[in-house]
């Protein structure tokens, strides 16, 4: 689903569309994908969502392009610590 490595962009396609959706790299994908499970984790305990597991791989990929502009806005914003390692490979990453 993914290309390996942490350097370098990352392209996903969206399931059931031909959209291809582009991550500065691994780390920014896998943190994209954290930040979407914990917010998905929080809506399931307040008793307003499904499980992350519940969801189809389409509403995965959409909750996690959606988490990755968060993050990139919330690195822009200085809220949101850019990774230690891959900080300035790419936007995020
Ligand atoms: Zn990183």
Known sequence: MT???NSG???????????????ASQCERDRSERFARARQQLAERAGVAPSWEALTS?????????ARNW????????LITPCPVHAGAGQEG
């Open 58 to 66: 389409a509403e995965h990929e959409d909750a996690t392009l959606e």
């Open 71 to 78: 993050l990139r806005a919330g690195v822009a914003a200085g």
């Open 3 to 5: 290309e390996a490595g």
């Open 9 to 23: 962009e990352i392209r996903v396609p969206m399931p059931g569309t031909g959209i291809i959706i582009t991550y």
